[in-house]
Antibody, heavy 120, light 109 residues
Framework: EVQLEESGGDLVQPGGSLRLSCAAS????????MYWVRQAPGKGLEWVAT????????YYVGSVKGRFTISRDNARNSLYLQMNTLRVDDTAVYYC?????????????WGQGTLVTVSS | QSALTQPPSASGSPGQSVIISCSGT?????????VSWYQQHPGKAPKLMIY???KRPSGVPDRFSGSKSGNTASLTVSGLQAEDEADYYC?????????FGGGTKLTVL
């Protein structure tokens, strides 16, 4: 069974940093593109970042470029999101997501999400 | 890039059919056959219902179907059931990024 489990969400002050982690199991993590998608309270879904299977190519939504870094450790089946210079509008549930291979970034498995709250 | 445009709400009675639209541009919906639809119940993670415009993942009832014409995609839910009441989001690949719609709250009357 495919499983994704996020951790690391917390309350942080504006300008602060946080690192989210995602533990993956039940599929060949090292061959899978991985993603972070977020959802602000009461709002819709927003794609945040993508990392290719080999960890070399990475893509970000414009609002987080230069502040967030997606990374992975294929030996540990783990995905990460380093978030720096956090802003109030980064407050959201962050989901670790896996795609349907070759499907144009269609997301078939989601973690339960971890809540990041940015507030003073 | 702007979010895809969905109606904020839709409704239907049990057994009826409902169509939810998702409007984009030639840079996203119209440019790729990579439209997906997600169902989200309150407090839960989204669930993939349709991918690549009209493909259903294993386990998704065939009451759910997708289509696309030009820059607009649609999700049809036939034979509405009470458990279909949820938020529905469309998404489209847009060239090294993905854009979501604002979501549609489907109410089963």
């Amino acid at each position: 069974e495919v499983q994704l489990e996020e951790s690391g969400g917390d309350l942080v002050q504006p300008g602060g940093s946080l690192r989210l982690s995602c533990a993956a199991s039940g599929f060949t993590f090292s061959s899978s593109w991985m993603y972070w998608v977020r959802q602000a309270p009461g709002k819709g879904l927003e794609w945040v970042a993508t990392i290719k299977a080999d960890g070399i190519w990475k893509y970000y939504v414009g609002s987080v470029k230069g502040r967030f870094t997606i990374s992975r450790d294929n030996a540990r089946n783990s995905l990460y999101l380093q978030m720096n210079t956090l802003r109030v509008d980064d407050t959201a549930v962050y989901y670790c997501v896996k795609d349907v291979p070759g499907s144009g970034w269609s997301f078939d498995c989601w973690g339960q999400g971890t809540l990041v709250t940015v507030s003073s | 890039q702007s979010a895809l445009t969905q109606p904020p709400s839709a409704s239907g009675s049990p057994g009826q059919s409902v169509i939810i639209s998702c409007s984009g541009t030639s840079s996203d919906v119209g440019g790729y056959d990579y439209v997906s639809w997600y169902q989200q119940h309150p407090g839960k993670a989204p669930k993939l219902m349709i991918y690549e415009v009209n493909k259903r993942p294993s386990g998704v009832p065939d009451r759910f179907s997708g289509s696309k014409s030009g820059n607009t995609a649609s999700l049809t839910v036939s034979g509405l059931q009470a458990e279909d009441e949820a938020d529905y989001y469309c998404s489209s690949y847009a060239g090294n990024n993905v854009i979501f719609g604002g979501g549609t709250k489907l109410t089963v009357l």
